[in-house]
């Protein structure tokens, strides 16, 4: 069972590139998430989903943007990348059962120079 | 506006020398609060969930509780494998279930 698999690992990309993060999940979760990471701050919510073709803003949106067409994937498009957006990226989902558990993926670590 | 602290940020233990992490919410209608588990250079992995004050929770060397205001993650006798950083998280519930975490606190246990 792979659980949330996240790619690419890594990334560098140039100020003004634009690139997709991937996250597929097996587990037949409605609810999928995306996070950010950077130091000293707690994971901070860019975008979340319900369903296939229901996504919503969370507290961190601008410079992303999402799709759902299947209950299994969720990527994460970011446009004209900008040093900002250096952070450590998670992907995450859950079944929708109240108060349930997330389960991550292992990440993405990417750098804008 | 809903918000999670955590402290210390940083903690250094001996092997085999009990403390505890603090985590201090003010989370509208709490419904959740999470503690996760996170190592480095991978995402968090679930430890407890808390739903009322007054309830813990065990696992292993760990023991979580939960007061009105806040949360405790014990650590009793630590090993060197319980090297990491530890992620609280709460949720006031709703049909998002969106979670607010932490900063974490990131705890080295030396042999």
């Known amino acids: 069972n792979a659980g949330v698999t996240q790619t690419p690992k890594f990334r560098i990309l140039k100020i003004g590139q634009s690139m997709t993060l991937q996250c597929t999940q097996d587990m037949n979760h409605n609810y999928m998430y995306w996070y950010r990471q950077d130091p000293g701050m707690g994971l901070k919510l860019i975008y979340y989903?319900?369903?296939?073709?229901?996504?919503d803003k969370g507290e961190v949106p601008n410079g992303y943007n999402v799709s759902r067409s299947t209950t299994e994937d969720f990527p994460l498009r970011l446009e004209l990348a900008a040093p900002s957006q250096t952070s450590v990226y998670f992907c995450?989902?859950?079944?929708?059962?109240?108060?349930?558990?997330?389960?991550f993926g292992s990440g993405t670590q990417l750098s804008v120079l | 506006e809903d918000q999670v602290t955590q402290s210390p940020e940083a903690l250094r233990l001996q092997e085999g020398e009990s403390s505890s992490l603090n985590c201090s919410y003010t989370v509208s209608g709490l419904r959740g609060l999470f503690w996760y588990r996170q190592d480095p250079g991978k995402g968090p992995e679930f430890l407890f969930t808390?739903?009322?004050a007054g309830e813990e929770k065990e696992k292993e060397r760990l023991k979580a509780t939960l007061t009105k205001k806040e949360s405790f993650l014990h650590i009793t006798a630590p090993k060197p494998e319980d090297s990491a950083t530890y992620l609280c998280?709460?949720?006031?519930?709703?049909?998002?279930?969106?979670?607010?975490f932490g900063t974490g606190t990131l705890l080295a246990v030396q042999p």
């Open positions: 989903s319900v369903g296939a073709g229901i996504t």
């Open positions: 808390l739903y009322s």
């Open positions: 995450a989902s859950r079944t929708g059962t109240t108060n349930e558990k997330l389960f």
């Open positions: 998280a709460g949720t006031g519930g709703g049909a998002t279930n969106k979670l607010i």
